[in-house]
């Protein structure tokens, strides 16, 4: 898990609220009364999280935007319903009976092909049965969140597990830190792409990752990866 930046940034919304001079102060009959330390600390972080709940509530709104236009259905071959089909059991293999990313392998792929994200489905089904333990975590089962991602200081929350399938292929395509990511935009994936992606979508050391989980990330999606890669080179070979 770990902070996820969108490319339209309105965290200067949070910064100006966060510079206000009259935190710590309070205004009464007439004077200026200091707050002791554990209330002024307490203040300054009421205002934090009054301003990251006002920016992640802006993004929201913009991202509500683009969903209409992923409702279209991109066209699907055989060789997209063999990968589906091969996502679809391998979830299960993973443990993923019942969670709720059973029967949306179809999603993935669909989100994927759109020429606007054009990315590797196998990749992100091997990123969110990571990220969301194959279906059950709390954040997809409370929050519709596929990939971990953050926004400030906490999880997004979404109104659908396709919305937050959406948010989390236009993270990766559209934030500008994968641009020099070999094989990201190629659907050329590599060992080298994903220790790359990894070191950015999932650092370690990551201030929202104090248990230090995140050093699993990258060999964990590797395996992931690996195993479906293998499997679709199998089958379109029959």
Known sequence: ?????????????????IGITLVGITLGSGK????????????????????DKEIKDQYIAQLE???EDYKRTSAITELDMKKIRIMEQ??????GTGGKLEGRAND??????FSEVNLD????WSI????????????????????????????????????GIVDMALQLRYNGYYDNVEGFYTNNTTDTTIEQLGAIYCPV???????????????????HYKELTNRYETQIKL
């Open 1 to 17: 898990m770990r902070k996820q930046k969108a490319k339209w940034d309105i965290r200067s919304v949070g910064a100006l609220l």
């Open 90 to 95: 391998y979830l299960i293999e993973q443990g």
């Open 32 to 51: 200026i009364h200091y707050q002791p330390a554990a209330k002024e600390a307490a203040a300054m972080e009421q205002m934090k999280i009054n301003a």
């Open 121 to 124: 489905p196998l990749l992100l």
């Open 128 to 163: 969110t049965i990571h990220e969301t333990g194959s279906g059950h975590s709390q954040a997809i089962k409370q929050l519709n969140n596929v990939g971990g991602i953050f926004y400030g200081n906490s999880l997004m929350n979404y109104k659908s597990v396709y919305r």
């Open 205 to 223: 050391g990551a201030s929202n990752d104090p248990t230090g989980l995140n050093k699993h990330w990258i060999p964990t999606v590797k395996k």
């Open 65 to 67: 935007k683009h969903f």
């Open 108 to 113: 993935f792929m669909n989100i994927c092909k």
